[in-house]
């Protein structure tokens, strides 16, 4: 196979990045020759796409800070000796987050270069010959899926944002954008993912080689998540019911929906793919930063290992799961046995823990979109339209699944309830739960259930805090921080942008 090189441009200028080797994400790295001679042939188009791909590790990276951490789900192991983190990543479980926070910048940065990326090869596919017009089709379709994801996630994090769907003319047109309406950018996502839809083929018409590309099945179950955001049930019914007939299934074991060795099985829609065992810059490492700090080899397998501590399940959600729930040994443990046979009351996210061969150098992917997400998402658009009658059928399939018994019995209101927690449950740490909030809860209702949970941690924290006391404005929600502050340097370069309320 050939390196990887990732591609990824500023909306400035071109940068070069690491070479490694990955399946259908192999390619040349375009960067070093000039746009317009390098988008000539279907091997160049297809190489851009690919490294569209390569760019969602860099963006799947950091979101468990966004989405988990700023939720009741998990929390942060302290390192007294080490307050280097105090206003980047614990910012977001304390939820004292500002315009100035690295995270915030690097994620919004990244974003932005990678739809950079994607519209610049949207632009070049249609100018090149040679092309069969299904396999076009599926590069466009990949390339406004990828599009879609990222305006999603970056509309639900900041509301209105700035809106670019073609290549920039000038490097002066980067400094003069306005955030467009969240209204607009639902439109583009909506526009791009039906599109893609009609382009993409199934899942299982994908050669071998080029399973974990994004297919039919990726787009209509984003499009549903889209709709259910929006609260247009219909649609969101009418979208997931399609995926029903696309050959999806549950996997029968849920520790098999993880395993390193079924990676894009029956049950998966879209994953982000990693490839470990290797020094090709293609790894995943989430254990070595979920793992408690100085559980060493006694979590990862490898005592050379510096686990960092973040991202550790909270006692709220370790009491979540009900008895006898098979998913909670899968996705989380209680805590680890130390080299001296101590047991250590640390919890951690288990989910992403798999053996491999090189420390910090893990095969595992990350789930963006499971079966199972649509058949808990088209229950909910079945309630809120009608009752639970005809939406047990789905939730059931993913409780029997855990070994727990089917739901009977309830009013609307009730199901709801019921689908925030099984939600919860069968979605941890796969970074939904921020967003379910903010669908499922009126801003008031999401302030009051956050700043509860946060006086209950810092009553009875979930991990010992080696002495370091919490900060007054410590586990102090507001409702403004639904949403976050749009990066202060992104303001400083250009004064068209306004910052979110509250900030």
């Known amino acids: 196979m050939k390196n990887l090189h990732k ?18 994400l192999d390619l040349s790295d375009p960067t070093k020759k000039t746009a317009d001679k390098f988008y000539q042939n279907e091997a160049q ?3 851009a796409v690919n490294g569209a791909y390569s760019s969602l590790q ?15 789900n998990t ?40 739809l950079y990326n994607i519209n610049f090869a949207l632009s070049k596919i249609g100018g090149v010959a040679g092309i069969a017009d299904a396999k076009k089709n599926q590069y466009i379709g990949e390339l ?40 607009a ?32 099945g990726s787009a209509l179950g984003l499009l549903g998540k889209v709709y259910l955001t929006k609260k247009d049930f219909p649609n ?13 299934s549950l996997v029968a074991d849920y520790n098999e929906v993880f395993d390193t060795n079924n990676k894009n099985n029956s049950e998966s829609v879209f994953e982000v793919q990693y490839q470990g065992g290797n020094n090709l810059g293609e790894w995943s490492d989430f254990i070595d930063v979920f793992a408690p700090r100085g559980s060493e080899g006694a979590v990862t397998g490898f005592s050379t290992s510096r686990p960092q501590g973040w991202n550790i399940p909270t006692r709220n959600i370790i009491n979540e799961f009900e008895p006898n729930d098979k998913r909670k040994a899968v996705s989380l443990k209680t805590g680890y046995t130390n080299s001296a046979g101590v047991f250590v009351a640390i919890p951690f996210v288990n989910k992403y823990n798999h053996p491999h061969t090189i420390d910090g150098r893990t095969d595992d992917d990350w789930p963006v ?34 070994g727990l018994a089917a739901l009977s019995g309830l009013n609307q209101d009730s199901f709801r309830s019921a689908i925030r927690h099984e939600r919860r449950v069968e979605l941890a740490f796969e970074n939904d739960r921020w967003f379910d909030l903010k669908r499922a809860l009126t801003n008031e209702q999401m302030t009051a259930l956050l700043n509860a949970h946060g006086q209950d941690e810092k009553a009875n924290p979930t991990v010992d805090r080696g002495g370091v006391p919490f900060a007054p404005s410590d586990y102090k929600f507001d409702g403004y921080e639904a949403l976050y502050p749009i990066p202060d340097r992104q303001l400083f370069l250009d004064h068209n942008l306004k910052q979110n309320p509250g900030y």
Request: a negative charge.
């Open 236 to 248: 969101a019914q009418s979208t997931l019911t399609q995926v029903l007939s696309l050959g999806y």
């Open 75 to 114: 929390t942060v192991q302290l390192n007294p000796s080490d307050r280097g983190q105090t206003d980047r990543i614990e910012a977001f479980e304390f939820w004292n987050v500002t315009a100035t926070n690295a995270n915030i910048a690097d994620m919004y940065a990244q974003s932005y270069n990678a």
């Open 45 to 47: 188009i297809q190489q």
């Open 58 to 72: 860099d963006h799947v990276n950091s979101q468990w800070i966004f989405a988990e951490m700023s939720s009741d």
């Open 7 to 24: 591609i990824s441009y500023l909306i400035l200028c071109f940068l070069a990045v690491s070479s490694c080797k990955k399946s259908f």
């Open 185 to 216: 950018v639902y439109t583009q996502i909506i526009a791009d993912l039906t599109d893609a839809a009609t382009k993409l083929p199934k899942k299982s018409d994908y050669a071998a080689a080029d399973i974990g590309r994004a297919s039919k």
């Open 144 to 183: 406004e899926f990828m599009r879609a994801y990222y305006y999603f996630n970056l509309v639900r994090y900041f509301g209105p944002v700035v809106l670019i769907t073609k290549p920039l003319a000038t490097s002066s047109d980067a400094f003069a954008t306005t955030r467009a309406t969240e209204d």
């Open 369 to 402: 979109l499971r079966y199972s997400d649509v058949l808990l998402m088209l229950a909910e658009a079945i309630n809120e339209q009608s009752g639970p009658g005809n939406a047990y059928q789905y939730i059931n399939q993913v409780r029997t699944r855990a």
